[in-house]
């Protein structure tokens, strides 16, 4: 089992441009998250999708994000127009019902210039 | 009555020593609390969970201690080693881990030989 996989591991933008962070859940996790890590306010969850269905948004900052998940195997997390302070970690994370516990995939650090 | 406060931010111990870690939660509805470990570099990743219906659960190094009275659940990491230096999570979530997981905001530990 390869984990929670995301990428790019790293993104270095220029505000105003559209970024996309791509996230691989762990086959078989029927729930998949997005978290927001910053040394100010730690980890923060944006949105999180049950069986591909988004189940609740309300961590989402504004309209310039927006999240997917056109599978079970694969979600997006774009943002758009980025802007410097969305600068953070951004990570994924996957679960089973019926177990416990996420099992978080490394993350993207993105850097907004 | 989301939040879940953590303290404290950081912390240095020796080797040998212990650790001690506390949170403290307000949503009576939470039943699953879980502790995540962060390296630099990586996303957090399970270390120990525990349900309310016990006061305390130890595995190897690390214990929880859980006062429901209270609303305050604690890590206890005996022995301390430079290998446990890391930053540490404290977690809440309701329906026995099937909701979605609040967070602390983490403390810093740092293990000197």
């Known amino acids: 089992d390869a984990g929670v996989i995301q990428s790019p591991r790293h993104e270095v933008t220029e505000m105003g441009q559209e970024v996309t962070l791509r996230c691989k859940p762990i086959?078989?996790?029927?729930?998949l998250f997005w978290y927001r890590q910053t040394m100010m306010r730690g980890l923060e969850l944006l949105i999180y999708?049950?069986?591909?269905?988004?189940?609740?948004d309300s961590g989402m900052p504004e309209d310039r994000f927006s999240a997917k998940m056109p599978n079970a195997s694969f979600s997006t997390l774009k943002i758009q127009p980025s802007e410097p302070r969305d600068s953070a970690v951004y990570f994924c994370?996957?679960?089973?019902?019926?177990?416990?516990?996420?099992?978080f995939g490394s993350g993207t650090r993105l850097t907004v210039v | 009555q989301q939040q879940v406060k953590q303290s404290p931010q950081s912390l240095i111990v020796q080797k040998g020593g212990i650790s001690i870690i506390n949170c403290a939660y307000e949503?009576?509805?939470?039943?699953?609390f879980p502790w995540y470990q962060q390296f630099p570099g990586k996303g957090p990743a399970l270390l120990i969970a525990?349900?309310?219906?016990?006061s305390e659960k130890k595995e190897g190094r690390f214990t929880i201690s859980f006062n429901k009275s209270a609303k305050q659940f604690s890590l206890h990491i005996m022995d301390s080693q430079p290998g446990d230096s890391a930053t540490y999570f404290c977690?809440?979530?309701?329906?026995?881990?099937?909701?979605?997981?609040?967070f602390g905001k983490g403390t810093k530990l740092t293990v000197n030989p």
């Open positions: 086959s078989g996790h029927d729930y």
């Open positions: 977690a809440a979530s309701g329906q026995g881990g099937s909701e979605k997981l609040v």
């Open positions: 949503n009576t509805a939470f039943d699953y």
């Open positions: 525990i349900r309310p219906d016990v």
């Open positions: 999708f049950n069986n591909n269905v988004p189940i609740d």
């Open positions: 994370a996957s679960s089973q019902r019926g177990s416990y516990g996420y099992t």
